[in-house]
């Protein structure tokens, strides 16, 4: 198993450019995360999936969309990019009762 | 005040000592992780309990929920250990989300 995958590594955007980033599992896991983390700062979830279909709001949403059409994907759109969303960005999965896999972290930089 | 603390939020230490991170939580849990982060690099999931003790290798994680309290210690410690250590607790009125602590700094040096 690959686990949780997460594209792309790197990325700098230009002020008000929108893009998406990728994640993909292949342990069949029903939740799944976005978190960002900034520099010297904790875990702020951003959205979160606890099915195909199914979303919800953390703590930071604004400025994100998802969606979840498949068990395996839970991509995360930007819309227009602004300076306060550079950030480290996290996709996480698991099953119920289980700890959280987590993917190899997407740096976004916002110029 | 954050629902999930750590302490201290730095810790340097020789290589071979015995190390101990706090973690304080404000919440009704129905668990209780620790993750570990090296510089640069992802996330993994250290322990996952809700009672008592748990080990492996030379960590170990203990928690009392009565007092609200989890440490991870670690034991002859190496620079390999050097990594943001991270607890982060699972609430019992929402098992879906985690609460987040800052993480613990750990810098191990030879």
């Known amino acids: 198993n690959a686990g949780v995958t997460q594209t792309p590594k790197f990325r700098i955007l230009k002020i008000g450019q929108s893009m998406t980033l990728q994640c993909t599992q292949d342990?069949?896991?029903?939740?799944m995360y976005w978190y960002r983390q900034d520099p010297g700062m904790g875990l702020k979830l951003i959205y979160y999936?606890?099915?195909?279909?199914?979303?919800d709001k953390g703590e930071v949403p604004n400025g994100y969309n998802v969606s979840r059409s498949t068990t395996e994907d839970f991509p995360l759109r930007l819309e227009l990019a602004a300076p306060s969303q550079t950030s480290v960005y996290f996709c996480?999965?698991?099953?119920?009762?289980?700890?959280?896999?987590f993917g190899p972290g997407t740096r976004l930089l916002v110029l | 005040k954050n629902e999930v603390e750590q302490s201290p939020q730095n810790l340097t230490a020789q290589e071979g000592e015995f190390i101990t991170i706090n973690c304080s939580y404000s919440?009704?849990?129905?668990?209780l992780h620790w993750l570990q982060q090296h510089p640069g690099g992802g996330i993994v999931s250290l322990f996952m309990?809700?009672?008592g003790k748990k080990k492996h290798g030379r960590l170990i994680a203990t928690i009392n929920i009565q007092e609200k309290h989890s440490s991870l210690h670690i034991t002859a410690s190496h620079p390999r250990d050097s990594a943001v250590y991270i607890c982060?607790?699972?609430?019992?009125?929402?098992?879906?989300?985690?609460?987040f602590g800052t993480g613990t700094r750990l810098q191990v040096f030879p």
């Open positions: 996480a999965s698991k099953t119920p009762q289980e700890t959280q896999y």
């Open positions: 342990m069949n896991h029903n939740y």
């Open positions: 999936s606890v099915g195909a279909g199914i979303t």
């Open positions: 919440v009704g849990i129905s668990a």
């Open positions: 309990l809700s009672s």
């Open positions: 982060a607790a699972e609430p019992s009125r929402n098992t879906d989300k985690l609460i």
